[in-house]
């Protein structure tokens, strides 16, 4: 039997944090380690350690629990077990969400997952991240823009479908199958603005519900941020307060890995206690390069609904309510021209009605058919010119003296597959379309073979000076 005489928790623990300090690097054992406490030793031979948060203790499980068991068998033998106290961080309300009893693990003889009786801090202070720093303030702001309503968002056939999911959703927050609800499409198609309606409407239907917008790229500052000022548990702790989180351009998180392991684990722990959670992005999840399959797979739980460009039905009448919204008349013709000159997206389709006003204010002219002519003519040449994929495809073919039918075949000769993996590595970088319908026109291949051509191409400008030639001389071309 196990001498107790001079073991305590602490002796036992400061002997296995340096077993665990020689084995992994600095920083990872001040950020991982240096938080942890031990409790208790028992007779039992189990050693109850203190971790800050769940996230923390699911972090130690998944990375650190083999080297957790050499420490501890080392010191206690091999019928040792480890156990964790989680440290409760009062929330708003009575919400206490560290209480659960956490399932015993069969994985490990070492250790068993379990939670005693929660240890309350005294006078927690939450560190919000939208607050100047050194001012106490916990209360969360929205950061959504009342602007921007269902009311002023105008639906059609190219975004019913997203409109529609959206209101279920305010109606019943973390209640619907639309968890998380995922609104992707073009830019300038009215993403940003579905997502703030959604949250507006839930402040106005539920108003203790706590919401909160932010763009991806703001989220990821404020993650770096906290790990710089080591404040990461506190940036875990404000997120899992929201109740109704709105993320906006998530395909920001492609590529930064850090970003998307917090973002995994905030995800799971709002979904798993019934939040709600709502995600725009440029592309369809299963377009996302550089995402985490974990993560991907979250992103296909709910729905995923597509905003497309706006018929021309839909166009007329967004015309008509920004005239309305600023009082301004406008004859049918000239509403129904600049709808039918204007198609890529809604941004531009206002931006050239403002343009036409101001022109018909500033010069003091009627707004008749001719002036929106010559109006919509300059506002179309000063916008970038949206490049087609048969546009693309003409490019590549005249340059390596090919057909469109050539170009399209299934051949596996050399210059014609590398002047398809161009075409969809061009289609790519100049359209909108998802991968799959480039694969689609170029072809009728799957989105994965558009995904492999893009990265041959990348190789390929690395490593062969000619290919590189090729790809500068098409580059221009479509850059005119």
Known sequence: MLDYTNKTAESVWTRCLQFIKDNIDEQAFKTWFEPIVAIELTTENALYIQVPSKFFYEWLEEHYVKILKSALIKELGHNARLLYKIRMENTQGNKQPFTEQLPSSQREPVKTQELDVPIQTKNPEIKNPFVIPGIRNVKIESQLNSNYSFDN?????????????????????????????????????????????????IKDKHPDKTVLYISAEVFTQQYVDSVRKQTRNDFIYFYQLIDILIVDDIQFLSGKSGTQDVFFHIFNYLHQNGKQVILTSDKAPVDMQ??????????????????QHPDFETRVNILKNILYRDGVEMPQEVIEYVAKSIKSNIRELEGAIISLIAQSSFNK?????????????????????????????????DYFKLDLDTLRSKSRKRNIVQARQLAMFFAKKYTKASLANIGSQIGDRDHATVLHACKTVDNLLETDKQFKAFFEDINNKLSI
């Open 153 to 201: 968002f105008l639906e059609g056939e190219s975004n019913r479908l997203g409109r529609s999911a959206g209101m279920a959703v305010a109606n019943k927050p973390g209640g619907t199958a639309f968890n998380p609800l995922m609104i992707y499409g073009g830019v300038g198609l009215g993403k940003t603005h579905l997502a703030h309606a959604i949250g507006v409407e």
């Open 365 to 397: 002219r009627e707004i008749t058919l001719e002036l929106a002519k010559s109006v919509v003519d300059k506002f179309v040449k000063n916008v970038k010119r949206e490049i087609s994929i048969d546009y693309i495809q003409k490019v590549v073919s």
């Open 290 to 307: 550089d995402i985490e399959q974990r993560l991907l797979s979250r992103f296909k739980w709910g729905l995923s609904a597509e905003i």
